[in-house]
């Protein structure tokens, strides 16, 4: 089973940023849709912000203007620029490589917290 590696979480004060990182091993990279999704406390997962392999980006209405999903091709990598960050951010943020075969790919999670 594949598994993604996420890294870039830790705590943060109100206002501040962190930038998350997602490596994602496997040749089909280039042509998956990335996405970040999170999951707090006694809450559902909930998507963040997505990339397709062609550019195309979607967000979440409550990170819009603050959140900022990139991804580097030749590195197998995706990333999540948050800025701005509330303290309803704090989440467990995963990272996720899905593709139409079938890929459905997710990492273990790193945790941001927000302090206010």
């Known amino acids: 089973q594949v598994q993604l590696v996420e890294s870039g979480g830790g705590l943060v004060q109100a206002g501040g940023s962190l930038r998350l990182s997602c490596a994602a091993p496997?040749?089909?990279?280039?042509?998956?849709?990335m996405g970040w999704y999170r999951q707090a406390p006694g809450k559902q997962r909930e998507l963040v912000a997505r990339i397709t392999g062609s550019g195309g980006t979607t967000y979440a209405d409550s990170v819009k203007g603050r959140f900022t999903i990139s991804r580097d091709n030749a590195k197998n990598m995706v990333y999540l620029e948050m800025n701005s960050l509330k303290p309803e951010d704090t989440a467990v943020y995963y990272c996720?490589?899905?593709?139409?075969?079938?890929?459905?790919?997710w990492g273990q999670g790193t945790q941001v917290t927000v302090s206010s």
């Open positions: 996720n490589q899905n593709h139409w075969t079938g890929v459905n790919y």
């Open positions: 496997g040749s089909i990279f280039s042509i998956s849709t």
